[in-house]
């Protein structure tokens, strides 16, 4: 694991993670994790499926509990003071989280309650207009294409403004326009000071979002680079590979 | 304080609304609810026993397994892209989550009840003399205890993946001491069985109306308050 990548960060930590293990019965999933993500920071966890990907996000967002270790957000125990670190984070996972007899905008207000977002009805008009759905806000969101649905799960996960953005395979089954949108929402969370954590299995799109890659094998973080001091065409070709041979 | 209002209400009116556009449970409620009382008063003309007798019976047979069906539902829609995950990642607490689910459950009941319930008294010529109100009451407390453990047990079963008749087979073995002063409660309101008993049959520990109540209330104050409190358990690891 490169330590120049870890010195490199910003000064405070945001996500601070310390020997995170995990196991679903007798199967680890992680081994001993740890991992600090600076403010303004993108990184993506990159492995193979099993590798534990989804896991750490899971027990990043508090959704899983670690058998062993701990995982702070902006300093606050994700387990211990939940309230207080979810308003901080906003998370995207494989599924929508959108429910499909509500209307766009009802899905957007709900959450902005949930959330507590102040003036909330302004706040769902402005990213309607941002992701490109006004035009649809009264139509169900089970009527969405996956697109669609992808860009109002971003619009969800953002209502509250959040200062963590958390993204579990964000680009599958994307069309190349709606990839570009989630690039160009993230680009600008990222410029905001927002700090951004997603996995994929795609290395292109890891170095083309995030300016930190660290990878997932066997249950085990084995490696931990800037985007600006990989070979971006041996890390593409086979990322494990690669992984594998700078530790 | 305000804030457990605000999104107590929401999710209370996300789940009514969700409901009555979808329309999957409270039609499939009326038909089982009709279904049962239909059968139950052909049983009784068969039989021949008192109409009043029987009716009681066919009135909580249908509120439970009504009710089943739409506790039931309430976790099947959370399940359905995840949207369970969405509420436990919002700084809400699972106690506000629970209390919300139970009220859009018990108002569920409510619209069930406003149309079976006519057709129970219809079907069986039921009377309450009068006594609306204590008629009305039983009912509510009821529907409070069946809502109550029913909200906890289909997010147990929904999210730990068991679904199907598990859900039966857990609420109605806990809600069966409450269902004995349910039952007699509105025997008596018949006018099925008298003002006070005493014994040892299973119904006479009651006694009388009031006492019938207030082991309604009892009940529903420690189902309620105890699932509440086991619901943050449940829903998250």
């Not at chain 1, 957000?73 to 499909?100: A, F």
């Not at chain 2, 989550?97 to 409510?110: D, E, Q, R, T």
């Not at chain 2, 009821?142 to 147990?156: P, Q, R």
Request: aromatic residues 10%; proline residues 4%.
């Amino acid at each position: 694991m490169s330590k120049a990548a870890q010195n490199n960060h910003s000064d405070e930590p945001v996500i601070t993670i310390t020997s995170v293990s995990r196991a679903f019965g007798l199967r680890p999933v992680l081994k001993n994790i740890d991992l600090h993500i600076g403010r303004a920071q993108g990184v993506c966890i990159c492995g193979v499926n099993g590798a534990g990907k989804s896991t750490l996000l899971r027990i990043i967002a508090g959704l899983l509990k670690p058998a062993r270790g701990s995982v702070k957000l902006c300093g606050l125990d994700v387990n211990s003071e939940p309230e207080k670190t979810r308003s901080q984070l906003g998370v995207i996972l494989h599924k929508s989280m959108i429910y499909p007899d509500l209307t766009i905008f009802e899905n957007l207000l709900f959450f902005a309650k949930l959330y507590g977002v102040k003036d909330g009805h302004a706040r769902v008009k402005e990213l309607l207009e941002n992701i490109g759905l006004s035009p649809y806000r009264y139509d169900r969101a089970g009527v969405l294409s996956r697109g669609m649905l992808q860009r109002l799960a971003i619009a969800r996960a953002m209502v509250h403004r959040p200062t963590v953005l958390l993204a579990d395979e964000p680009f599958t089954g994307l069309d190349v326009e709606a990839r570009r949108h989630f690039i160009s929402v993230l680009g600008k969370f990222r410029a905001d000071g927002g700090t951004f954590v997603m996995t994929t299995h795609d290395a292109a799109m890891a170095i083309r979002c995030c300016d930190r890659v660290v990878v997932l094998d066997k249950n085990r973080l084995i490696f931990d680079c800037e985007t600006s001091r990989i070979d971006t065409d041996r890390f593409t070709e086979n990322y494990l590979s690669y992984a594998r041979n700078q530790d | 304080m305000n804030y457990f209002c605000e999104s107590l209400w929401a999710i209370f009116v996300k789940d009514i609304v969700t409901e009555f556009r979808s329309k999957q449970v409270l039609p499939t409620m009326v038909v089982l609810g009709m279904l049962i009382v239909w059968v139950l008063r052909i049983v009784s003309q068969a039989a021949s026993p008192s109409t009043a007798v029987i009716g009681p019976a066919a009135l909580w047979i249908a509120f439970l397994f009504s009710g089943l069906l739409a506790q039931e539902r309430s976790f099947a829609t959370e399940e359905q892209e995840d949207c369970i995950a969405g509420l436990l990642l919002a700084p809400v607490d699972p106690g506000t989550i629970y209390i919300a689910k139970l009220f859009a459950n018990i108002v569920m009941l409510c619209v069930f009840e406003v149309v079976v319930v006519p057709v129970a008294f219809l079907t069986f010529q039921l009377s309450v003399a009068g006594r609306w109100i204590q008629f009305l009451t039983v009912l509510l407390l009821g529907n409070i205890g069946i809502s109550s453990v029913g909200t906890l047990f289909s997010a147990m079963v929904q999210l730990s993946r068991a679904r199907g008749a598990l859900l039966s087979v857990l609420v109605l073995v806990v809600l069966m001491p409450m269902m004995i002063p349910a039952t007699f409660a509105l025997l008596l309101l018949f006018g099925a069985a008298p003002e006070a008993l005493a014994g040892t049959a299973t119904l006479a520990f009651v006694g009388n109306f009031k006492t019938a109540v207030g082991f309604l209330i009892a009940f529903n104050a420690v189902y309620t308050v105890a699932c509440w409190l086991l619901f943050g358990f449940v829903v998250r690891e």
